[in-house]
């Protein structure tokens, strides 16, 4: 009798949770949807842009006004790719990547919020970042044989492979040594951010690697 009704009790555990992915799934697929369609459509983009540009009022602290951020540890969001920005930001919202303030306000966004915050900053300009030329050269070859195959020859990536010409030197640093730094950790596990593609190519570099990456990156445009 007991294991009858445990057994009931995962099965509707079961049922209850492939509904609430699948419920996740169609929410995502229409935020991609609204965003083909706004931009495909000068006029809908147009607005769109309007509203993300107010929305983006929340963000411009430190992103800057148009997306081309104010400290070198946080992302430029200019120029992003929009399908990425809009991954991303569902990612901060569901709590599967962390960072304290950009889970809060990820959360208050409403679908269309985020849509319109996507094609905003992707349609802003990012400008390039200096940095050191003699560490931007070490990395050139390394970008060439190791990223360039997905984040393209010119690193401006395509959909939710990210765009990281321009991208701040600081953040780039940080961002490789944290996914190097998980690539120990079992899947399972929870950390900051996870990708296992990003885990399985920093695995094999160096501290100097990272640098000459991320100076050579920065300097892309
Ligand atoms: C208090 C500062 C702050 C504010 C305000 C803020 N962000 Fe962020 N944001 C950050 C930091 C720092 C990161 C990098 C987090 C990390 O290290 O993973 C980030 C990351 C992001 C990313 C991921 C970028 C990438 O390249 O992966 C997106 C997208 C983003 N923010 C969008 C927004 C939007 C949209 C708003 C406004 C609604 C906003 N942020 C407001 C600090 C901020
Ligand atoms: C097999 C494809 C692939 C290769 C090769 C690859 N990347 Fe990535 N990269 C990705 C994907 C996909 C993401 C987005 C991960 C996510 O969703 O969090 C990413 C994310 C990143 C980010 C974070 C961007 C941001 O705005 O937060 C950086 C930086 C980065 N890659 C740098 C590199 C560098 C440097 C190399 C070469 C050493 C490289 N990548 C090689 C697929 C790849």
Do not use: W
Not at 13 to 26: G, N, R, T, W
Not at 42 to 63: D, F, N, V
Not at 74 to 103: C, H, W
Not at 112 to 129: G, P, S
Request: glycine share 6%; proline share 2%; aromatic share 6%.
């Amino acid at each position: 009798m007991f294991a009858l009704i445990s057994r009931i009790i995962t099965i509707m555990v079961f049922c209850f949770s492939s509904l609430i992915v699948y419920a996740k799934d169609i929410e995502v697929t229409r935020m991609l949807n609204d965003l083909k369609n706004k931009q495909s459509s000068t006029k809908l983009k147009q607005h769109a842009m309007a509203m993300g540009k107010q929305r983006a009022l929340l963000c411009s602290q430190c992103h800057g006004k148009d997306g081309n951020s104010v400290q070198s540890y946080t992302p430029n969001l200019a120029s992003q790719n929009p399908i990425y920005l809009l991954e991303q930001i569902n990612k901060f919202a569901d709590g599967s990547r962390k960072n304290y303030v950009m889970n809060a306000l990820s959360k208050n966004l409403s679908d269309e919020d985020k849509v319109n915050l996507a094609i905003f900053y992707a349609n802003m300009r990012v400008k390039q970042v200096k940095t050191d030329p003699q560490l931007a050269a070490k990395g050139q070859p390394l970008y060439a044989s190791k990223c360039s195959v997905c984040h393209g020859e010119d690193g401006i990536g395509k959909a939710n492979f990210a765009r990281i010409a321009g991208q701040q030197v600081q953040y780039v640093e940080a961002t490789l040594r944290r996914f190097r730094q998980n690539a120990n950790m079992p899947l399972g596990q929870k950390a900051e951010r996870r990708s296992s593609i990003m885990e399985g190519v920093t695995k094999v570099l160096s501290d100097d690697d990272i640098k000459a990456l991320a100076a050579y990156i920065g300097q892309m445009h």
